[in-house]
């Protein structure tokens, strides 16, 4: 049986000050972080993909607004997603080996969600279609992304 | 070799007005429509998946009021995704079959999907949890999703 009464108290309370002052983890547990980052850029890949099918014709242009703005919204959170150094799942080791360019890529991927969500809401779909490659999904996903077989 | 000179011009001037009468369809073909059904539906389920790891302490509960805002948003598609009757993909025929229950349950989830934004603006994530029930995800689903085997 374990004696807690034997811990020496100025242990505790050096193990309550420790838990005080550690900044408080936003995420339980390793594969929280993974499941996390899963769940955002895949709501994002299944706006886009819905986009890519208003712009080629095959889905109600009047929904592209909609979809912009909801991928705008969200792109906001992949810093977020990606900031804790927890390889695996769909991401290779090179997204934190080179943090920088990874990084850069995300904010340039959330200041062209956020033009796209303008121009959807403004331009019509013509003037949407060229904005999707600017999200620079393929290039990113390229360096980063585990390929599946 | 079809003589297309043969074809009555009144037949021909007949299906030119039709076409302009006819509402223009959305979508291309059956796939298409089963196709954006899917990305609505998923976006909206990785939105709600985030947002439960964020009620069960396992991601960043700062995020939490954009996932409600980005499933709010998108949920108002998801009557646009469902209207035309194309069965396959993994909705069962009695989505159709039955589209006044169906159509209510869509627009349950509307609402209770703008009650849900609203609380994870206002009330923090103690607040947002229950309303997650209130979408009926997990009803609907079992009356009117294939589930995989």
Redesign the interface.
């Known amino acids: 049986m374990i004696r807690f009464n034997r811990v020496p108290s100025l242990l505790w309370a050096a193990a309550v000050l420790a838990g005080t002052l550690l900044p408080l983890r936003?995420?339980?547990?390793d594969q929280?972080v993974r499941?996390?980052r899963s769940?955002?850029m895949?709501?994002m890949g299944?706006?886009l993909?819905?986009l890519n099918?208003i712009v080629?014709?095959?889905?109600?242009?009047?929904?592209a607004s909609?979809?912009a703005?909801?991928l705008r919204?969200?792109a906001?959170?992949a810093k977020?997603a990606f900031t804790e150094k927890v390889p695996g799942g769909e991401s290779k080791p090179e997204v934190w080996a080179r943090w920088d360019d990874f990084s850069k890529r995300l904010d340039d991927m959330v200041a062209a969600a956020d033009d796209l969500a303008r121009t959807a809401r403004q331009g019509g779909v013509a003037a949407v279609a060229p904005k999707l490659n600017a999200l620079g999904c393929q290039g990113c996903h390229g360096e980063y992304l585990v390929q599946k077989k």
């Open positions: 936003s995420f339980a547990d929280d499941d996390y769940h955002v895949k709501s299944e706006q993909a819905a099918q080629t014709g095959k889905a109600p242009a009047a929904d909609v979809h703005q909801a919204i969200t906001g959170l977020v």
